[in-house]
């Protein structure tokens, strides 16, 4: 059985940090492109950033680009997402993501609320 | 950026009802379009990729269909567990835009 677990959000201040960490099993991790989606309350997906399967490709979505970073541990099936200087635009629900020709797998996501 | 403009953003319907839903691409995308339905509280669900594959698990009374940059989901006959936002997404070009959804909800 797929499992998909976010972890890491939380309440932060503007121009403050964080780290997401996704834990996945029940699939080859290794063998997946890997993805981060936000959703802002009440609001539409975004999709915010993608990994290769080895790490040698990572985009990003514009609003995101220079203060986020996605990062992989194939050896612990684990996916990650620096934050910096967040924004209180940046406050949603973090989901990971994967899967072929599509995303098939999702957790059940991790709240980043910015805010003073 | 490819911009993916959903049609309409909201809809009333019926149970039994056929129901269309469209997504355009504001360039070609070639069939790199899937389609995902989220219920409140809930992950997205993955339905249709590539346009039109079914994806396993997934009731036939959905399906999928493009015509150049114009892609439809179609729900033939609604049933009650339907009632959900369904978002479009191009997985041509990074970043792979969502449309802005299309909430179908019990008339």
């Known amino acids: 059985e797929v499992q998909v677990v976010e972890s890491g959000g939380a309440l932060v201040q503007p121009g403050g940090s964080l780290r997401l960490s996704c834990a996945a099993s029940g699939f080859t991790f290794s063998l997946y492109w890997m993805n981060w989606v936000r959703q802002a309350p009440g609001k539409g997906l975004e999709w915010v950033a993608n990994?290769?399967?080895?790490?040698?490709?990572?985009y990003y979505v514009d609003s995101v680009k220079g203060r986020f970073t996605i990062s992989r541990d194939n050896a612990k099936n684990s996916l990650y997402l620096q934050m910096n200087d967040l924004r209180a635009e940046d406050t949603a629900l973090y989901y990971c993501a994967s899967g072929l020709g599509g995303l098939g797998y999702w957790g059940q996501g991790t709240l980043v609320t910015v805010s003073a | 950026d490819i911009q993916m403009t959903q049609s309409p953003s909201s809809l009333s319907a019926s149970v039994g009802d056929r129901v269309t839903i469209t997504c355009r691409a504001s360039q070609s995308i070639r069939y790199y379009l899937n389609w995902y339905q989220q219920k409140p509280g809930k992950a997205p669900k993955f339905l249709i990729s590539d346009a039109s594959s079914l994806q396993s698990g997934v009731p036939s009374r959905f399906s999928g269909s493009e015509s150049g940059t114009d892609f439809t989901l179609t729900i033939s006959s609604l049933q009650p567990e339907d009632f959900a936002t369904y978002y479009c997404?191009?997985?041509?070009?990074?970043?792979?835009?969502f449309g802005q959804g299309t909430k179908l909800e019990i008339k």
């Open positions: 990994i290769k399967q080895d790490g040698s490709e990572k």
């Open positions: 997404q191009q997985s041509y070009s990074t970043p792979y835009t």
